[in-house]
């Protein structure tokens, strides 16, 4: 079981005590120089991140150890630091000192960190203290969280700004708590710290504490399911990170458990809370453990919600980007963590915050600048970073973003608009239009048909916006947040504002209602529709109906409105993400559907096919139904979207990348294109038919949300295959997994629309980049090590025909950083492509030889003349000219082949 929360948390909340005060000692400890030397580890790439990670992780878990083993813990995680306390009642002062002297031995021993890279050295700071020390724990019914706060907490951070690298600094209030058998040097920093220049070993004085409890359930009252179920150290994702403070008042706790609300409200993940000095600081994450879609979307809107409480007077840092994220720590506490320049960016933002500001980065920039109000600020030098980062902040939603939604040109789907138009006649002659499917995957192109379609509309017809959430799925959502938007509903307004601003709604819509059974309804049953927005009134009809009574005049008073709305105009009711509408939803639909042959409105649902690929389907009877099913754009109409960004100059090698990549899914290739040129990868004089793509990240996203909905077992399994390639056969896969009975976890995976069945033995996924993504998510030691294993498992299974698999072994002990056997199985596989004349196949192999391993010279000879002859052989007689002149000239060439190279030169001349 992972131990995330700390056993006094635990044995405290399983007895309903909130709140403890105790005397303590402390220790808090920081990395010193971590900013910088996670920047230079981050720009070696995902490796680099993970070899600093792993090292990092691994003091980290011997440092705890030594905590525990002195009868402390660690209270929390930051970053970079963690602080340890040590109850008094339990502790001496000799179990902080004696946890002190050997986490600066470990560091001084093994804190050397010796890297392809290079090497770098990890340093501390450290600082000690003793005091009042409190515990708060803050429950929550979709998240525990807890604290510590207290004068040892802050004397130990304070202690620790004057610390030297490498030394310890205590402050004046643990002085006083030495006695006489101490005999430890120091030298005064000032009147109230100083700096330890030896500690000597100390007898341990305190009562070894034995408590074997393991509270597992009570644990997950603080953590989401997801972090316990993890089974890999970590992975790689595109994570949005929110660093905020707010100062300490009487409400502390009820305005972090707001927040703690409003972040699962958006789908985002509460971390940790930290408390010095009267200012608490939260860290957030979206996109980790699990992910959802549009993640800095969706943390906006909670930065925006908590920056409107202007009573917190918050300060927020905002950064997007890929990161190391797993867990760190060991047996005795462990901690769920992200690490990557991108988090510490956001750290500093928020240092550089001033209240009520949401300080974002360059990437949160550029995806919310079309939809927000930002202003820049400046760049600056931030502590750490080299360069300086520019810096914007987060004002406001812009109100007007949807009228320039799309910015590119619209490519086909003609017969799809005009479909469209027709099913939107009968409102011309005010009748009911019935229902429109618009469905299709991820990115094919949904919401752009119905924007164009809208277009095309005119402003004749009132459209009534309904979104599903695919986390938010409680009774009537997408009508709640229709009617939130349609009645001005603000969480910042009073109470009374927002009943005003109802009540308005409500008078103005039932002055422009000539019919008077619709007006009489109108006022009848407004207390349904008030209370579905949270506005309330005794003695209203709403509180003196029973349960079954509410319910079903709700579904009368939606259904009241919708006709009211259309005798005004003709009205489009358009459903957002259908596939994730709660069932009171679906079934005020029905009902709203019943008996309305002379009401003009028409219903559209957006859709996506469900998990398992059904298609999304309303229980609806005798109405009109018309269903637009998106496929794929061909390879002409993809061109047209990407020469449409890029330009028509683009090259044909770029095109055809991204058709490639994109496998004709318009956002796909929109996404890729974007990043193309965002990043400066298309040199226009070039052919450009090497370029590597990093696969953007809302894509990323969309991806990774559909396999976190998978179990760890599923998602393991999909990691797995992805090594295999695109295509892979089930008994590689079964006998990798030492799972015999794996089939029919393979067909469930494949009801999950995430791979199909070529035939009986073999597995294609849906699309590259779900391969892609799953592959690239992993750590690179646990891919070396699945590839090793992919190697052996092939080499057993086909060792009576090796020839038939001499490629993939080559690939994939290249790919274990097992070079000497693939070099092997390189060259044999050059081999049997010459044999079997195909040559350039064999050419290819020859070269990855020759121009990327090290090779000894009898064997660089060898290959090079093998490959003189197939030049030779293919007339290219140019470059089987050189390649023998290579050899005759080399001096380290064996002579018999060199006399060759002669023979063979001189035919050629």
């Given at each position: 079981?992972k131990?995330l929360?700390?056993?006094i948390?635990?044995e405290?909340?399983?007895?309903?005590?909130?709140?403890?005060?105790?005397?303590?000692?402390?220790?808090?400890?920081?990395?010193?120089g971590?900013?910088?030397?996670?920047?230079?580890?981050?720009?070696?790439?995902?490796?680099?991140?993970?070899v600093f990670?792993h090292?990092?992780?691994?003091?980290?878990?011997?440092?705890?150890?030594?905590i525990?083993?002195?009868n402390?813990?660690?209270s929390?995680?930051?970053?970079?630091?963690?602080?340890?306390l040590?109850?008094?009642?339990?502790?001496?002062?000799?179990?902080?000192?004696?946890s002190a002297?050997?986490?600066?031995?470990?560091?001084?021993?093994?804190?050397?960190?010796?890297?392809?890279?290079?090497?770098?050295r990890?340093k501390?700071?450290m600082?000690?203290?003793?005091?009042?020390?409190?515990?708060?724990i803050?429950?929550?019914?979709?998240?525990?969280?807890?604290?510590?706060?207290?004068?040892s907490?802050?004397?130990a951070?304070?202690?620790?700004?004057?610390?030297?690298?490498?030394?310890?600094?205590?402050?004046k209030?643990?002085f006083?708590?030495?006695?006489?058998s101490?005999?430890m040097?120091?030298?005064?920093?000032?009147?109230?710290?100083?700096?330890?220049?030896?500690?000597p070993?100390?007898?341990?004085?305190?009562?070894k504490?034995?408590?074997?409890?393991?509270y597992?359930?009570?644990?997950?009252?603080?953590y989401?399911?997801?972090?316990?179920?993890?089974?890999?150290?970590?992975e790689f994702?595109?994570?949005?990170?929110?660093?905020?403070?707010?100062?300490?008042?009487?409400?502390?706790?009820?305005?972090?458990?707001?927040?703690?609300?409003?972040?699962?409200?958006?789908?985002?993940y509460?971390?940790?809370?930290s408390?010095?000095?009267r200012?608490a600081?939260?860290?957030?994450?979206?996109?980790?453990?699990?992910?959802n879609e549009n993640?800095?979307?969706?943390?906006?809107k909670?930065?925006?919600e908590?920056?409107?409480?202007k009573?917190?007077?918050?300060?927020?840092?905002?950064s997007?980007?890929?990161?190391?994220t797993?867990?760190?720590g060991?047996e005795?506490?462990?901690?769920f963590?992200?690490?990557?320049?991108?988090?510490?960016?956001?750290?500093?933002?928020?240092q550089?915050?001033g209240?009520?500001?949401?300080f974002?980065d360059?990437?949160?920039?550029?995806?919310?600048?079309?939809?927000?109000?930002i202003?820049?600020?400046?760049?600056q030098y931030?502590?750490g970073?080299?360069?300086?980062?520019?810096?914007?902040?987060?004002?406001?939603?812009?109100k007007?973003?949807?009228?320039n939604?799309?910015?590119?040109?619209?490519?086909?789907?003609?017969?799809?608009?005009?479909?469209?138009?027709?099913?939107?006649?009968?409102l011309?002659?005010?009748?009911?239009?019935?229902?429109?499917?618009?469905e299709?995957?991820?990115?094919?192109?949904k919401?752009r048909?119905?924007y164009?379609?809208?277009?095309?509309l005119?402003?004749?017809?009132?459209?009534?916006?309904?979104?599903?959430?695919?986390?938010?799925?409680?009774s009537?959502?997408?009508?709640?947040?229709?009617?939130?938007?349609?009645?001005n509903?603000?969480?910042?307004?009073s109470?009374?504002?927002?009943?005003?601003?109802?009540?308005?709604?409500?008078?103005?819509?039932?002055?422009?209602?000539?019919?008077?059974?619709?007006?009489?309804e109108?006022?009848?049953?407004?207390?349904?529709?008030?209370?579905?927005?949270?506005?309330?009134?005794?003695?209203?009809?709403?509180?003196k109906?029973k349960p079954?009574?509410?319910?079903?005049?709700?579904?009368?008073?939606?259904?009241?409105?919708i006709?009211?709305?259309s005798?005004?105009h003709p009205?489009?009711l358009y459903?957002e993400?259908?596939?994730?509408?709660?069932?009171d939803s679906?079934?005020?639909?029905?009902h709203?559907?019943?008996d309305?042959?002379?009401?003009?409105f028409?219903?559209i649902?957006?859709?996506?096919?469900?998990?398992?690929?059904?298609?999304?389907?309303?229980?609806?009877?005798n109405?009109?139904?018309?269903?637009i099913?998106?496929?794929?754009?061909s390879?002409e109409?993809?061109?047209?979207?990407?020469?449409?960004?890029?330009?028509?100059?683009?090259?044909k090698?770029?095109l055809?990348?991204?058709?490639?990549?994109?496998e004709?899914?318009?956002?796909?290739?929109?996404?890729?294109a974007?990043?193309l040129k965002?990043?400066?990868?298309?040199?226009?004089?070039?052919?450009?038919?090497?370029?590597?793509i990093?696969?953007?990240?809302?894509?990323n996203?969309v991806?990774?949300s559909r396999?976190?909905?998978?179990?760890?077992?599923?998602?393991?399994?999909i990691?797995?295959?992805?090594?295999?390639?695109?295509?892979?056969?089930?008994?590689?896969?079964?006998?990798?997994?030492?799972?015999?009975?794996i089939?029919?976890?393979?067909?469930?995976?494949?009801?999950?629309?995430?791979?199909?069945?070529?035939?009986?033995?073999?597995y294609?996924?849906?699309?590259?980049?779900?391969r892609?993504?799953?592959?690239?998510m992993?750590?690179?030691?646990?891919?070396?090590?699945?590839?090793?294993?992919?190697?052996?498992?092939?080499?057993?299974?086909?060792k009576?025909?090796?020839?038939k698999?001499?490629?993939d072994?080559g690939?994939?002990?290249?790919?274990?950083?097992?070079?000497?056997k693939?070099?092997?199985?390189?060259?044999?596989?050059?081999?049997?492509a010459k044999?079997?004349?195909?040559?350039?196949?064999?050419?290819?192999?020859?070269?990855k030889?020759?121009?990327?391993?090290?090779?000894?010279?009898n064997?660089?000879t060898?290959?090079?003349?093998?490959?003189?002859?197939?030049?030779?052989?293919?007339?290219?007689?140019?470059?089987?000219?050189?390649?023998?002149?290579?050899?005759?000239?080399?001096?380290?060439s064996?002579?018999l082949?060199?006399i060759k190279?002669?023979?063979l030169?001189?035919?050629?001349?």
């Open positions: 079981m131990k929360v700390p056993k948390i635990l405290n909340y399983v007895k309903n005590n909130f709140h403890k005060r105790f005397e303590a000692y402390s220790l808090f400890i920081d990395i010193s971590f900013t910088e030397m996670t920047e230079k580890m981050m720009k070696e790439g995902k490796e680099g991140a993970e990670s090292h990092l992780n691994d003091l980290f878990d011997k440092a705890v150890d030594i525990y083993k002195n402390g813990f660690v929390i995680f930051e970053g970079d630091s963690f602080t340890a040590f109850k008094e009642k339990k502790c001496r002062i000799t179990d902080l000192l004696n002297n050997s986490i600066s031995n470990l560091f001084k021993e093994e804190g050397e960190l010796k890297t392809k890279f290079g090497i770098f990890l501390f700071n600082g000690l203290s003793y005091g009042e020390t409190q515990m708060h803050i429950e929550n019914k979709n998240q525990n969280s807890f604290y510590f706060e207290g004068e907490i802050n004397k951070a304070t202690a620790e700004k004057h610390s030297p690298q490498n030394g310890i600094v205590f402050s209030n643990l006083e708590k030495f006695n006489c101490i005999n040097k120091y030298r005064t920093i000032n009147d109230n710290f100083f700096l330890i220049e030896n500690i070993v100390l007898e341990k004085t305190g009562t504490i034995k408590n074997n409890r393991e597992k359930k009570t644990m997950k009252d603080f989401p399911e997801s972090i316990f179920n993890k089974k890999l150290k970590g994702r595109d994570v949005v990170t929110v660093f905020l403070t707010i100062e300490k008042t009487k409400k502390l706790k009820e305005h972090i458990s707001s927040i703690i609300e409003k972040t699962h409200k958006y789908g985002g509460f971390n940790n809370i408390l010095r000095n200012k600081c939260l860290l957030i994450y979206f996109g980790t453990p699990t992910t993640i800095v979307q969706r943390a906006s909670l930065a925006l908590i920056h409107n409480l009573k917190l007077n918050s300060k927020m840092g905002m997007y980007g890929r990161v190391f797993g867990l760190r060991g005795k506490r462990t901690d963590t992200c690490l990557g320049t991108e988090i510490n960016i956001a750290a500093r933002l928020m550089e915050a209240k009520n500001d949401i974002i360059t990437n949160i920039y550029k995806n919310l600048k079309d939809s927000h109000q202003k820049k600020i400046s760049a931030l502590k970073i080299s360069k300086k980062v520019p810096i914007y902040n987060l004002i406001s939603r812009r007007d973003f949807n009228k939604f799309f910015k590119n040109k619209f490519i086909g789907r003609k017969k799809q608009i005009r479909k469209l138009i027709e099913t939107a006649d009968p011309k002659e005010n009748k009911f239009g019935g229902i429109v499917y618009i299709g995957t991820a990115g094919i192109g919401t048909l119905t164009e379609f809208r277009k095309k005119g402003n004749n017809i009132k459209w009534l916006y309904l979104p599903s959430n695919e986390i938010i799925r409680k009537f959502n997408p009508f709640k947040s229709f009617l939130r938007s349609y009645f509903q603000n969480e910042n307004n109470q009374k504002q927002n009943r005003t601003n109802f009540e308005e709604k409500i008078n103005n819509l039932k002055q422009k209602i000539e019919e008077p059974e619709i007006k009489n109108l006022e009848r049953s407004k207390s349904f529709l008030a209370a579905l927005i949270n506005i309330h009134k005794e003695n209203s009809l709403y509180y109906l079954e009574g509410r319910y079903k005049n709700t579904l009368y008073a939606l259904k009241n409105l006709l009211a709305e005798l005004i009205v489009i459903f993400d259908s596939q994730w509408m709660d069932n679906i079934s005020a639909i029905e709203i559907t019943r309305v042959k002379n009401y003009p028409l219903i649902s957006e859709c996506r096919f469900k998990e398992d690929g059904e298609k999304f389907r309303f229980r609806l009877n109405i009109n139904k018309t269903v099913t998106l496929q794929k754009l390879r109409r993809t061109a047209n979207i990407v020469e449409n960004i890029l330009g028509s100059d683009i090259s090698e770029i055809s990348l991204i058709w490639k990549k994109s004709g899914n318009p956002f796909y290739a929109e996404q890729i974007k990043y965002e990043n400066n990868l298309i040199n226009k004089n070039k052919k450009n038919d090497n370029v590597a990093q696969i953007p990240d809302k894509i996203t991806i990774i396999l976190d909905k998978l179990t760890e077992e599923l998602k393991q399994i990691q797995t295959a992805s090594v295999l390639g695109r295509e892979f056969y089930v008994n590689i896969l079964s006998r990798m997994l030492k799972n015999e009975n089939s029919k976890k393979i067909k469930e995976i494949e009801k999950r629309n995430i791979w199909s069945a070529i035939n009986e033995i073999k294609i996924f849906k699309h590259a980049l779900i892609e993504t799953a592959y690239n992993q750590l690179k030691e646990r891919l070396r090590k699945i590839h090793k294993l992919a190697a052996n498992t092939i080499e057993s299974i086909y009576k025909n090796p020839a698999v001499y490629g072994l690939y994939h002990y290249e790919k274990a950083e097992e070079y000497e693939a070099a092997k199985y390189i060259e044999l596989e050059g081999n049997h044999d079997n004349y195909q040559n350039q196949k064999a050419l290819n192999n020859y070269d030889l020759l121009n990327n391993y090290n090779l000894s010279n064997k660089r060898e290959i090079m003349f093998k490959k003189g002859i197939i030049l030779r052989f293919i007339g290219k007689v140019d470059k089987a000219k050189n390649t023998f002149k290579k050899i005759i000239e080399s001096n380290d064996n002579q082949t060199k190279s002669i023979r030169l001189g035919e050629l001349l």
